[in-house]
Antibody, heavy 117, light 111 residues
């Protein structure tokens, strides 16, 4: 199970940190991604962190503004977001990549981030 | 740069079969073999229903099947039921920067 928190309303240009608490599985065996969905739109991949935290990748739309991290001792992943703009308004999902399949086999319920003045 | 293209909407009547296409444009051959499909109800998180083009996770109905022809992957739902009324998203590998790419999503309406 994955559970996101930290969403809310934030002013343009400000920062926000999302958390993703994992339970029920061996967290440090799995790569974790963040995927977002703007209101009424499709899914957009945002970032990846490898199981050990050594590999990180970002979508071009968030590169240099967002930072993904994890604390395996706390079974938690994070997404630090800065320089937020209206285009970042979305539900943000924490997602587990299956360790054998090239697919996302577990999704959190999502947390809504609204960027508005 | 990789891209996945889905129809915006499809519809069908209960008992019928429908197919949702996902056209893959990519220079990475893996993109054509690693397509996954997700079902999403309004206000809910997506759920994996097909991975690696045509494989079903445990617990997914065999009414859902995946296939591939050329550069197009497809999701077929047979024996349509009211509960299949949802959004469906395809996904695959992208390139070295955009690691995963999603299609725009398809709204399935069960008439």
């Amino acid at each position: 199970q994955l559970e996101e928190s930290g969403g809310g309303v934030v002013q343009p240009g400000r920062s926000l940190r999302l958390s993703c608490a994992a339970s029920g599985f061996t967290f440090d065996n799995y790569d974790i991604h963040w995927v977002r969905q703007a209101p009424g739109k499709g899914l957009e991949w945002v970032a990846l962190i490898s199981y050990d935290g050594n590999i990180k990748h970002y979508a071009d739309s968030v590169k240099a503004r967002f930072t993904i991290s994890r604390d395996n001792s706390k079974n938690t992943a994070y997404l630090q977001m800065s320089g937020l703009g209206a285009a970042d308004t979305a539900v943000y999902y924490c997602v587990r990549q299956n360790d054998a399949w090239a697919a996302f086999d577990s999704w959190g319920q999502g947390t809504l981030v609204t960027v508005s003045s | 740069q990789s891209a996945l293209t889905q129809p915006a909407s499809v519809s069908g009547s209960p008992g019928q079969s429908i197919t949702i296409s996902c056209a893959v444009t990519s220079s990475d051959v893996d993109s054509y073999n690693l397509v996954s499909w997700y079902q999403q109800y309004p206000g809910k998180a997506p759920k994996l229903i097909i991975y690696e083009v045509n494989k079903r996770p445990s617990g997914i109905s065999n009414r859902f099947s995946g296939s591939k022809s050329g550069n197009t992957a497809s999701l077929t739902i047979s024996g349509l039921q009211a509960e299949d009324d949802a959004d469906y998203h395809c996904c695959s590998h992208g390139d070295n920067t955009t690691l995963r790419v999603f299609g725009g999503g398809t709204k399935l309406t069960v008439l």
